[in-house]
């Protein structure tokens, strides 16, 4: 029996898309393109979620990467991308919904040190019954250590917890932590009916 949900943050709580400051910040494709990809895909992204580096550290690494044109831009970039961060629709609706139904809710989400200024923008944090972010504990998703350190923070039993992520890899991390889940993709109604119905069959085949 279901009594868990547990959240992703990001493009399943509040929405992620690094091309809206990319657009703010830079007036053509080609340049876009290249601090989407030495910024928002390099490993500093990775090492700011593990908690290595702050969000501000970043610029450091990357900007030995980008043009010294684009440092401005690039600085720009790394101090305020959050900025894309805004509720999803229908999270809060769906998060008040299973709150109703009984259900406790859970974070679980890669993000750097800059999670705790941007996520008010969806709630207080003390509207969830807890959450794990994973520069506080250096590890990822999907590795399967940080739903172990999930469920052991929190004394939950994994056949008890269903895992909302958008990515297939976080999902299949959770399932192989004993969870259920259900990859996101934009549609509450769906992960409403699999949590009314009990339908994780077609997910755990």
Request: hydrophobic residues 35%.
């Amino acid at each position: 029996m279901i009594k868990n949900i547990i959240f992703d943050m990001g493009n399943v709580l509040l929405s992620y898309n690094p091309n809206i400051c990319l657009e703010k910040f830079l007036d053509n494709e080609e340049d876009r393109a290249v601090i989407r990809k030495e910024l928002f895909e390099g490993p500093e992204w990775v090492e700011g979620d593990l908690g290595l580096i702050t969000d501000a550290e970043r610029f450091d690494g990357v900007s030995k990467r980008v043009p010294e044109r684009l440092h401005d831009s690039l600085r720009k970039c790394t101090l305020e991308w959050m900025m894309c961060m805004k509720p999803v629709p229908g999270a809060r609706e769906f998060c008040r919904y299973v709150k109703e139904k009984g259900y406790h809710i859970y974070v679980l989400s890669n993000a750097s040190n800059t999670f705790y200024d941007y996520f008010p923008n969806f709630s207080a944090p003390d509207y969830f019954d807890g959450m794990v972010v994973s520069c506080d504990i250096h590890i990822i998703k999907p590795d399967i250590r940080i739903y172990e350190h999930l469920l052991k923070k929190y004394d939950l039993r994994p056949g008890e917890c269903f895992f909302i992520d958008d990515l297939d890899a976080n999902v299949d991390g959770a399932k192989k932590a004993g969870m259920n889940g259900a990859v996101f993709r934009g549609d509450f109604q769906e992960m409403k009916e699999l949590i009314e119905d009990d339908c994780y069959g077609k997910y755990n085949q």
